[in-house]
């Protein structure tokens, strides 16, 4: 258990636990009470929250990937590579990335006046139904998340993309069907996890908004249900995927 990927794994499920906790409980509040309010600074800290756990998230599912490449491509270098030395300052980049990341955005949504009604159409404060809110120009808020999607869903997808590249081409070359078998065995899991968070994210976040209105209502439904499901379904998946493979 005190090999880098259970460190990484440790990561993980903290991570889990901290993104869940900080919105299934006011969702279920907000299904169980009348009282379907949240003050400013609770939002703030609930948008805070969620951004940076999906942000680290996304930099430690890399760093995972990196894991899965040492020690299937160069297994006689992975204590090496992956020494305590190496692992934990990887964990602790992918925190300090996620935080920096969610510290602009948070930032810069809560600096826009909201001057309507503000009823934010979602189950919590997601950032993209808070800036439709806002009562001034968001194009500033836009370029930033764009960027934001760029370094941490288009950076971190075509590096664990290379790395399977690799992978799957070394356990290609090994001439039993055994030892491929027990090689993809130890990245399955990772891949699997990978599949569900990144596919959950992207669509949430690197699709195109639709101009129509009642496009645009079906868009919200849908990231409303997605947001659902990147938040609770994919937090209790990751123990599970990663129980049975154990």
Known sequence: ????????????????????????????????????????????????????????????????????????????????????????????????????????????????????????????????????????????NVISMAVANVVFLGIPVLFISFSYVFIIATILKIPSAEGRKKAFSTCSAHLTVVVVFYGTILFMYGKPKSKDLRGADKEDLSDKLMSLFYGVVTPMLNPIIYSLRN
Not at 37 to 43: E, G, K, L, Q, W
Not at 122 to 129: D, G, S, V
């Open 1 to 140: 258990l005190h090999s880098p990927m259970y460190f990484l794994l440790g990561n993980l499920s903290f991570l889990d636990i901290c993104y869940t906790t900080s919105s299934v409980p006011l969702i279920l509040d907000s299904f169980l009470t009348p009282r379907k309010t949240i003050s400013f600074s609770a939002c703030a800290v609930q948008m805070f929250l969620s951004f940076a756990m999906g942000a680290t998230e996304c930099v430690l599912l890399s760093m995972m990937a990196f894991d899965r490449y040492v020690a299937i491509c160069n297994p006689l270098r992975y204590p090496v590579v992956m020494s305590k030395a190496a692992y934990v300052p990887m964990a602790a980049s992918s925190w300090a990335a996620g935080i920096t990341n969610s510290v602009v955005q948070t930032s810069q949504a809560m600096r826009l006046p909201f001057c309507g009604d503000n009823v934010i159409n979602h189950f919590t404060c997601e950032i993209l139904a808070v800036l439709k809110l806002a009562c001034a120009d968001i194009s500033s």
